[in-house]
């Protein structure tokens, strides 16, 4: 069978002449052709889409535009802390809505509302924190043992789903499921700090401890409400976050101010030793609604001593500067400080400076022209010049504060005359 068939190919070859095909001419419609078959046209048009959603959404062109304009750099890579790209963009789209709220996001790209835990929220600070998160649409969990906060800064909150109050100190471990921690929790003034100076420093290095254990644990984003106070009576001024400051660490101040430093240290060694998302803010001084009467803050100190027309009283010779800031201000830079990329330290202050005789005159104008001022002895370790450099925020959260002193004291006394003269208990 096989010989056969070799034969018959062999005839045919010797048979016929070779005779290679001619040249196909050019022509449209073949490509044309080729490319309607079989579906291609729509594959390329599907690989165009997908390619054109890439670029438009590739987070890396919005990050290296943040950076090159800033002029600053914070490598987070240099301390071994890298994060995956989908929390990466997620964090941006969150930080864009918090600078801009009002702005589109892409369908889809709505920020997902967070679970939050605020130490300390029962306070002045914590208690407009809470309001601002709650209002974004996140779920609040407040931590508080109640020392200087009061129930009453945040009952508007009972009973909406959104909130929960759970007294409980942060010197003792507990574990909860968050998001995001916000530790606000530690005594700020300087009368109820040194009335308790053990208590104080075990809140901010055990409470700071406790809380850096909890994020470290259910992989939260940390946020330490440091202070300015860790600059000390500073030879730096006004002072910048690269400063170290001027401490003493043996004073009646110390429980504060060095426990404010070891938990920077501390918040810090957690982020470099256990990969923890860390954020710190160093307040400077800040006034506003709710701030406790008779905390033996000076802006307090002045509105409630004018309102009961008692003479302010002045310590030292009233030369000593310091800067208010508006708390609304401050919870704008602590929100755009938790979302950003950056770990800090920041301060949060406003840089516009006032003597005490100057601040004693503006609430005078405000509450009563005829008050007087009474001179007193300095209390000790006194900084005599408080003013922040807030140049690093700006740049790189993009804040400053907005409201100036005598926008801001108004707000202030109109819920100092309401608690002091209208809702006693409420104190
Ligand atoms: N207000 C300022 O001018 C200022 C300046 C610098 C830093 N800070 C920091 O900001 C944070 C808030 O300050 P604030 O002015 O709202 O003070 P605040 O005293 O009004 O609030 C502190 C809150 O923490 C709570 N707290 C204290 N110890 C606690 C503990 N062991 N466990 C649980 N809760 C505890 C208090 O009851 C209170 O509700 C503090 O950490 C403070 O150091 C504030």
């Known amino acids: 069978m096989k010989q056969n068939s070799y034969r018959r190919l062999e005839g045919i070859f010797q048979d016929e002449e070779y005779a290679p095909k001619g040249a196909k001419r050019w022509s449209w419609g073949r490509p044309v052709r080729y490319i309607m078959r079989e579906q291609r046209i729509l594959f390329i048009l599907v690989g165009m889409v997908l390619a054109t959603t890439f670029f438009v959404l590739q987070p890396s062109l919005l990050l290296s535009q943040d950076n090159d304009t800033m002029g600053y750099t914070e490598n987070l890579s240099t301390i071994g802390h890298r994060r995956p790209f989908t929390r990466n963009f997620r964090d941006r789209m969150n930080h864009m809505e918090v600078l801009n709220p009002g702005a589109k996001l892409p369908l889809g790209l709505r920020r997902s509302p967070h679970r939050i835990l605020v130490t300390g929220g029962a306070g002045f600070v914590g208690s407009h924190l809470v309001d601002k998160l709650i209002e974004r649409g996140d779920s609040v969990i407040v931590l508080d043992n ?29 574990l909860l499921e968050v998001d995001q921690i916000y530790h606000l929790a530690c005594p700020a003034s300087p009368v109820h700090y040194k009335h308790t100076p053990v208590k104080t420093i075990k809140t901010n290095v055990m409470g700071t401890l406790n809380m850096l254990g909890l994020a470290k644990r259910v992989g939260a984003r940390f946020l330490l409400t440091s202070t300015s106070e860790v600059y000390g009576d500073p030879f730096e001024h006004p002072q910048r976050e690269t400063y170290w400051g001027h401490v003493n660490p043996i004073g009646v101040r110390s429980c504060y101010d060095e426990g404010k430093r070891t938990a920077e240290t501390l918040t810090m060694d957690y982020h470099r030793g256990a990969n923890v998302e860390v954020r710190i803010a160093r307040i400077f001084n800040t006034y506003g609604p709710r701030m406790c009467i008779d905390d033996g803050r000076v802006v307090s100190n002045f509105v409630a001593q004018a309102l009961r027309r008692q003479p302010l009283t002045v310590y030292g010779d009233g030369k000593q500067t310091r800067s208010f800031q508006y708390v609304s201000d401050l919870v704008e830079g602590l929100v755009q400080l938790m979302e950003s990329e950056h770990i800090g330290p920041f301060n949060l202050g406003n840089p516009s400076e006032f003597t005490m005789l100057e601040l004693a005159n503006v609430v005078k104008e405000v509450i009563d022209p005829q008050a007087k001022i009474e001179f007193k002895e300095n209390t000790a370790d006194d900084p005599h010049k408080r003013k922040p450099d807030i140049t690093k925020a ?14 801001g004291l108004p707000l202030m006394v109109e819920d100092f005359r309401q608690r002091i003269f209208e809702d006693p208990m409420g104190l």
């Open 146 to 174: 109640f020392f200087t906060g009061r129930k009453s800064n945040v009952k508007h909150h009972l009973g909406n789903p959104q909130f929960e109050l759970i007294r409980h100190d942060v010197v003792e471990p507990i």
């Open 394 to 407: 700006k740049n790189l959260l993009h804040w400053e504060p907005k409201i100036t002193l005598e926008k």
